[in-house]
C-alpha cells in the first residue's frame, strides 16, 4: 500500500514545479504567479473584499493586503471603499490585459504540466484533487 506521506510529498513536489514553470513563463509578461493569481481572482470576483480575495488565493489577510498594495502601485487594480471597512476591488485596464495575456501563459503551462497524462487520466486526476483534503464529519 502506498504511504499517504509520499503521496502527499509527491502532490506537493507536482506542485511546486508546476509553480516554477508559471513564474518563469509569467515573468515574459512582467508578473509573477501569487500577483496573477490575485489578478484572477479579482476578475472572477469582481469587487470583492479583501478577506474574499485572500481566501481564494490562499493567503493571509495580511500577504494579501500587502500584494493589493503592490498591484494597486503599478496600476493593475484599484481598490474603493465598500459597506463598512470593507475594501472592494477591481482590475484597471491594464490588470486585464496582464490578466488575460497570462491567461494564455498558465494555459500553456498547463498543458506541458500535465503532457506525459492522456486526457482521461487528467480528468481522473482532477476529480481525485477535488476530493483531497474533505474532512468528513
Do not use: C
Not at 481522473?124 to 474533505?134: A, D, N
Request: proline share 2%.
Amino acid at each position: 500500500m502506498t504511504d499517504p506521506a509520499t503521496t502527499g510529498r509527491l502532490l506537493k513536489r507536482a506542485q511546486y514545479l508546476n509553480h516554477r514553470a508559471a513564474d518563469r513563463a509569467l515573468a515574459i509578461i512582467g508578473t509573477s504567479l501569487v500577483q496573477w493569481d490575485a489578478l484572477r481572482a479579482i476578475s472572477e470576483s469582481p469587487n470583492s473584499s479583501a478577506h474574499r480575495l485572500a481566501i481564494t488565493t490562499f493567503q493571509s489577510d495580511q500577504a494579501f493586503g500587502t500584494l493589493a498594495n503592490r498591484l494597486e502601485a503599478k496600476g493593475l487594480i484599484v481598490r474603493t471603499a465598500g459597506h463598512g471597512r470593507r475594501i472592494e476591488h477591481a482590475l484597471t485596464e491594464s490588470g486585464r490585459q496582464i490578466f488575460e495575456a497570462g491567461l494564455q501563459v498558465m494555459r500553456g503551462v498547463g498543458e506541458r504540466s500535465f503532457a506525459a497524462l492522456t486526457a482521461d487520466e487528467i480528468e481522473t486526476l482532477h476529480g481525485l484533487l477535488e476530493r483531497v483534503g474533505e474532512i468528513g464529519p
